[in-house]
């Protein structure tokens, strides 16, 4: 496989934008000339070895972070976006696409913004009663999207509220539930259980926080952790909500709460431990799950968060799917993008979960850019507790590229090498090229279709 060049200018402008260094100053640093350094700054050339090195020894900076993901991730974004029929006649070609996500970044986000506001517009025509019913019509995205597209560009890692957990974490000493209680406690907080339909209640004026007595371990002591971030961290939360400038009050009210819930998930299983622990047992979830006290899901999630600058894990791939294929969470730090309109591919093993409760199913894929991939997936149903209540059913599928099979205990006695054995799947139907995909919902819109009305297979066309 051919090695494949490293475009970062945006990157590489950024960083030096952060260390207030003129471009002469930086190149000199560098060891290259202004010329070299400025063409490889409007990726008219790939950043070469000597600026890696010179990134690495001069600055001592992570030099993965040219590599974080953001560009792959506007192209997925901004292919889907063309793939609205409303494009039809106008698709431009990848190369193209890759050039503005690298060269123009700003451009392509604006982009994507306004193609999720014109969607909206139309899904707010289509319920015309409805908006004419509300009294502010203004167009705005939607807040939970905005929040969801904060944290899928900050690769899932909020660095200042990861380290605040892990520094909780350590104070709290070896039992995180003892020591949560006890840090409580000496705040005055008062923590109850009580059979109740809310997970968590927490009345301020008598400091009583009452978590359900039905809910699982896991879960309790998630929630106490959680409410935790919201009494002692609550300047740090203010203060990366100022940074992501919300449009929306809503949206800032639903970040406010998912910052929270990545503390909570980062003190149960604090960086440098949960690091470790995972590397030493090969990611072994429900080993991982035993011990740190968390859920299945809650361990999956804090594995595709590994993404701290100088000690990063595995890029994982993590989503979460309802009975409906609807994707309800989803995060990737690798190429792998999920699509951000619609559900996932219906050929990814995350469908099939459903059908095999309690057991990890294992598979083999590869994209139709020819990476390949090992995901894990498994249904994370959570009852309600009492005969009767309702049961909540999701499935998770967590995955990463092949290379790095070798640090998954789920790769043992799975045969890499023969091409039969991965299943070729998508991210939407409407961007995906493959021409013989006989779960096809619709066709491509990069391709011309043939039909012909005396033949007939699985579907009634052929992709060309």
Known sequence: MAIQKLYAGAKLREIRTRLALTQKDFAAKLGVSLPYLNQMENNNRPVSTTVILGLAQEFGLDVTELSTGDSERMVSDLREALADPVFADTVPPL?????????????????????????????????????????????????????????????????????????????????????????????????????????????????????????????????????????????????????????????????????????????????????????????????????????????????????????????????????????????????????????????????????????????????PDGVRYINLARDVSKPGGAWGAPVRRYAISLGCELRHAGALVYADDLDLTTAAAFEPIGISCRICERKTCHQRSVPPLERRLSIDNDQRDVLPYRVE
């Open 95 to 367: 190369a193209d696409l890759r050039l503005a996500a690298s060269n123009a970044p700003t451009l392509a986000r604006a982009f994507i913004e306004l193609h999720r506001a014109y969607r909206q517009t139309h899904e707010r025509l289509a319920s015309l009663d409805e908006a004419l019913g509300r009294e502010d019509t203004r167009l705005q995205p939607s807040p939970w999207d905005e929040v969801r597209d904060f944290f899928h560009y900050c690769d899932n890692y909020i660095d200042a509220v990861d380290r605040a957990a892990e520094h909780f974490a350590e104070r709290a000493g070896p039992d995180i539930r003892a020591g949560t209680l006890r840090h409580l406690a000496a705040r005055g907080v008062t923590v109850t259980f009580a059979v109740m339909d809310l997970l968590r209640s927490y009345d301020a004026e008598t400091q009583t926080l009452r978590l359900s007595a039905r809910a699982a371990p896991a879960t309790q002591l998630f929630q106490m952790l959680l409410q935790t971030a919201l009494l002692d961290q609550d300047k740090l939360l203010e203060a990366t909500l100022d940074f992501a400038r919300f449009q929306s009050d809503a949206a800032r009210a639903i970040a406010k709460i998912g910052l929270a819930n990545y503390f909570a998930g980062a003190a149960m299983m604090p960086y440098g431990t949960f690091l470790n622990a995972a590397q030493t047992c090969r990611h072994d979830l429900e080993v991982l799950a035993t011990t740190f006290g968390a859920s299945i899901e809650q361990v999956a999630h804090r594995l595709s968060t590994m993404q701290r600058p100088g000690a990063k894990g595995i890029p994982f791939f993590f989503v979460r799917v309802d009975q409906a294929g609807t994707i309800t969470k989803r995060h990737s730090a690798t190429r792998l993008q999920f699509a951000r309109f619609g559900g996932a591919c219906p050929l990814w093993n995350v469908h099939r979960a459903f059908e095999t409760p309690g057991q990890f199913l294992r598979q083999l894929a590869e994209t």
